[in-house]
């Protein structure tokens, strides 16, 4: 089995930062691309960042500057430092990852989600 847990999550007032971690767990044999993505209330879930495991990164243009996202492979971990934050950023943000497990079946995980609050 395979999980996937976010944190680092929670309330910060605007310019503020976070940094969320999300650590795959269980019976893997590799992790391909592992990503982040937000839901705000009453919108759709939306792409924010991925990483290969060779640190070549995808991100959405609006973010770059103040979300950088990187990973540990040697911890299985991925992160999103988010600098600046603002009461748009506030959402839940989602982990998902390519996983290979060690049956050698691949699929996409996504973890619980991890609330982001900024107040103005």
């Known amino acids: 089995q395979v999980q996937l847990v976010e944190s680092g999550g929670g309330l910060v007032q605007a310019g503020g930062s976070l940094r969320l971690s999300c650590v795959a767990s269980?019976?893997?044999?590799?992790?391909?691309?592992m990503g982040w993505h937000r839901q705000a209330p009453g919108k759709q879930r939306e792409f924010v960042a991925r990483i290969d495991s060779g640190g070549n990164i995808d991100a959405i243009d609006s973010l770059k500057g103040r979300f950088t996202i990187s990973r540990d492979n040697a911890k299985n971990t991925v992160y999103l430092q988010m600098n600046s934050l603002q009461p748009d950023d506030t959402a839940v943000y989602y982990c998902?990852?390519?996983?290979?497990?060690?049956?050698?079946?691949?699929?996409?995980?996504w973890g619980q989600g991890t609330q982001v609050t900024v107040s103005s």
């Open positions: 269980g019976s893997i044999f590799s992790l391909g691309r």
């Open positions: 998902n990852a390519d996983i290979t497990d060690r049956r050698f079946k691949n699929d996409n995980y």
